[in-house]
């Protein structure tokens, strides 16, 4: 079947890291992303991962893919107030359709 | 390049009716996909249409329906709205053949159904 599954809320102080974790369950997914989705905004890709990849390192962003557990996470290092958004994990074979999950609310504490 | 443009980018429908809520794809993009997102949840696929031709459907009734123009523009028409359909309606366009690294999403089509 196809379903990824996310937590909804995380809370964080301003300066400490991110992570955001999610399990998917489609073992022939090629591409695992991330999208960012601000109030009143579309989705933007934030970064993805290649199926064959453990890790991916963007600036600020590190994803990691643990592929026998079908468990991918984002971490954001030094967290501002401008990451608060709702992030979602999505997985997809190719140019296929996306799969989504529900989105976690990153709320940033200052 | 104005990307994806989506119109109009909101809509109050009252139930029953039919509605009509077009997508510009990004220059150089020949595929467009549609998403229905209601309220706290993530985006789920319609369909997605390539050579003017429905390519995947996702897990929707056949009230929505859509279809792509030679300038690979692209329209999702719902018929019989009911009110579970309000949501963020989004387009996302991309290369057929390439990835979903490369797709484009417009900023979403907010539609309220009464």
């Known amino acids: ?110 | 390049d104005a990307g994806v443009t989506q119109s109009p980018t909101h809509l109050i429908k009252t139930r029953g009716q039919q509605v009509t809520l077009r997508c510009s794809p990004k220059s150089g993009h020949d595929t467009v996909s549609w998403y229905q997102q209601a309220l706290g949840q993530g985006p789920q696929f319609i369909f997605q249409y390539y050579e003017e031709e429905e390519r995947q459907r996702g897990n929707f009734p056949d009230r929505f329906s859509g279809h792509q123009f030679p300038n690979y523009s692209s329209e999702l028409n719902v018929n019989a709205l009911l009110l579970g359909d309000s949501a963020l309606y989004l387009c996302a366009s991309l290369v057929q053949g390439g990835s979903n690294t490369e797709a484009f999403f417009g900023q979403g089509t907010r539609l309220t159904v009464v």
């Open chain 1, 1 to 110: 079947g196809e379903d990824v599954e996310q937590s909804l809320f995380l809370s964080v102080r301003e300066g400490d890291s991110s992570v955001i974790n999610c399990t998917y369950t489609d073992s022939s997914s090629t591409y695992l992303y991330w999208y960012k989705q601000e109030p009143g905004a579309g989705l933007q890709l934030l970064t993805y991962i290649f199926s064959n990849m453990d890790m991916k390192q963007d600036q600020r962003l590190t994803v990691l893919l643990n592929k026998k557990d079908k468990h991918l996470s984002l971490r954001i290092a030094d967290t501002q107030t401008g990451d608060s958004a709702i992030y979602f994990c999505a997985e997809s074979r190719g140019d296929d359709k996306i799969i989504f999950g529900k989105g976690t609310r990153l709320h940033i504490l200052p």
